[in-house]
């Protein structure tokens, strides 16, 4: 007996597309599986007050021993911190996104841009969201370094830039036919993701599972972006498949 025998055409096509080999698409539900599992754990231990000592212990570690309100390393670290922290903030990832957009929109690909601008868009709603449903207080354990005005679980700095890099790595990785490029696009993305999230917890701004909530987050949804985005390639005549497009001579030796 089929299952599958009811559901809508559309469906069916996306599950018989999710259920072939590709390596690219395992990746990704591997990844969208991965996360939500993670988050919901971390949320679990959050609520449960079961990260306070790990929390504790990974904030502190970023602290000068004989003075908590002063973070490791020389002054121009902290101010460095602040300069990394930012490429995480609101401003900062809105600018970027626009801009991306509209270079798609001038290149003539307006699906991906409004598909690029509702991924940013529905990880920013999702981000908040889930703050204020768990309503977890900032750090009081070490001054703050940097001025902070919502809740604290997950990292919003941390759940975006995730959202964002990684959507935006894996757009570049997307059009790149030589793999040292995708690799590179792919492992930026990661690099500057990490870096945000490390900054805030050096700010005294975010919990360390704060942070790897955020991460977690941001991954699942930008992984289960790319992997609707694939699947519109695959089936939609308005988005450009670079996979249809056989590599010249010169770039399958590359």
């Not at 991924?119 to 908040?128: D, E, F, I, K």
Request: net charge neutral; hydrophobic share 50%.
């Amino acid at each position: 007996m089929q299952f599958d025998r009811h559901l809508p055409n559309p469906i069916k096509k996306f599950m018989t597309w999710l259920g072939g080999h590709e390596l690219a698409t395992l990746i990704l539900v591997g990844v969208v599986a991965a996360g939500t599992w993670g988050f919901v754990e971390l949320a679990d231990e959050v609520r449960e007050g079961e990260s306070e000592r790990f929390d504790r212990t990974v904030l502190l570690s970023m602290r000068q021993a004989d003075d908590i309100t002063n973070p490791l390393g020389p002054h121009w670290v902290e101010e460095s911190a602040r300069d990394v922290t930012a490429l995480g903030g609101m401003v900062i990832l809105t600018f970027l996104t626009i801009g991306v957009a509209g270079f798609l929109m001038l290149q003539g690909k307006r699906t991906e841009a409004v598909f690029l601008v509702a991924a940013v868009l529905g990880g920013m709603l999702l981000s908040t969201g889930l703050k204020y449903f768990f309503d977890r207080p900032r750090p009081d354990l070490v001054p703050h370094g940097q001025y902070v005005y919502t809740r604290s679980f997950p990292s919003g700095h941390s759940a975006i830039s995730a959202v964002v890099y990684l959507t935006l790595g894996a757009l570049l990785a997307r059009v790149q036919k030589q793999h040292r490029i995708k690799a590179y696009f792919l492992l930026l993305a990661f690099f500057l993701t990490i870096l945000v999230g490390i900054s805030r917890v050096y700010l005294g701004v975010h919990w360390p599972t704060d942070v790897l909530a955020g991460w977690a987050m941001g991954a699942t949804w930008a992984a289960g972006c790319w992997l609707v985005f694939r699947w519109l390639q695959r089936h939609s005549p308005a988005i450009e498949n670079p996979d249809d497009t056989a590599p010249a001579p010169e770039e399958q030796l590359a």
